[in-house]
């Protein structure tokens, strides 16, 4: 058995973590490291250590801080975790290959149907554990970043700006995708179960329809709010026609409840319909260009008005 493989490293991570960077400044004490001892993976971050993919990075008073040594080697780990939430290196690859397809091609909905197939894919003790430690949007931003690096795409967390730092900006092929999450707390989930316990039918519809109203609003003022931090902070002006996307995650549904996205002078929000499980676009329209906005390739203003409904199943 070649315990430095990568099938050895995504079988040894499975079940343990759900963070591709949860051995990034770990430490180790100066015993372990001094006296390792045989190689074993009952300790994961020594065997990690051991097998080279973790490298001491500093030392201090309770012992030598550990870190991923390269690029690669983190990048490596993200695809494993990415694998490991897939269940099959196959249902992972298709994944990665129609988000940078996606990517590409400038498609919004394409990549965020890819990121609620992703965060979907996390277990329950995953998000207790990132509610219990209050990781807000970290626990997201986390995965999203891993998922993206382990398609080989260069993704930069808290990219810093002129103004502020964007959520997460990837770079493909000459494309710049730049990501803004915003949390919502739980309305959907309130919404499902209604606001109190009408005496009639009627009532119950009639007080889950205004749930699902407020639930909806919260999100599209999320996902606005979000759009507005964008241009505020200025996170798309250092990019030649860059994508942005704002994404409204919602604590009580533990996902993704509306998405605004806008490239060039065309931009769409969508809000996750709960009767169906689908997303609908509530608004395709063309923007007013902007003093000194940039074109895209052909010398036009972004992509063509999108009139249609565009639906992603979950």
């Not at 343990?16 to 045989?38: C, F, K, M, N």
């Not at 690096?149 to 103004?163: I, L, N």
Request: charged letters at 30%; hydrophobic letters at 40%; one cysteine or more.
């Amino acid at each position: 058995m070649e315990t430095g493989s990568s099938t050895f490293i995504r079988n040894l991570l499975k079940g343990r973590i759900s963070d591709a960077y949860a051995y990034a400044d770990t430490i180790l004490t100066h015993e372990t490291v001094e006296d390792p001892g045989e190689v074993s993976h009952a300790n994961p971050t020594l065997f990690l250590y051991q097998a080279g993919y973790l490298t001491l990075k500093a030392k201090d008073a309770e012992g030598y801080v550990l870190d991923y040594p390269n690029k690669e080697v983190r990048d490596a780990m993200a695809q494993f975790v990415t694998d490991n939430a897939y269940g099959s290196i196959q249902d992972a690859d298709g994944s990665r290959v129609r988000f940078l397809t996606a990517l590409r091609h400038g498609d919004a909905d394409g990549i965020t149907a890819e990121f609620v197939i992703l965060i979907s894919r996390a277990c329950y003790e995953d998000f207790d554990n990132a509610e219990a430690k209050k990781l807000g949007e970290k626990f997201y931003r986390s995965r999203l970043e891993a998922f993206i690096r382990g398609t080989g795409v260069f993704a930069t967390p808290e990219a810093h700006g002129h103004k502020g730092r964007a959520d997460l900006v990837a770079e493909y092929a000459g494309k710049t995708l730049v990501v803004e999450l915003k949390m919502t707390a739980g309305e959907l989930e309130e919404a499902a179960d209604g606001e109190s316990a009408p005496r009639d039918a009627a009532a119950a519809a009639n007080a889950e329809a205004a749930a699902r109203e407020k639930a909806e609003n919260a999100a599209i003022k999320a996902a606005r709010e979000g759009m507005a931090q964008i241009h505020e902070k200025g996170y798309g002006k250092a990019y030649k026609v860059p994508l942005l996307l704002s994404l409204a995650i919602d604590e009580g549904i533990r996902g993704i409840a509306a998405y605004m996205w806008e490239h060039g002078e065309t931009c769409a929000l969508a809000v996750l319909d709960r009767k169906t499980g689908r997303f609908v676009t509530r608004e395709a329209e063309p923007r007013e260009p902007r003093p000194g906005a940039a074109t895209d390739d052909n010398g036009g203003s972004g992509p063509e008005k999108r009139n249609e409904l565009t639906w992603i199943s979950l």
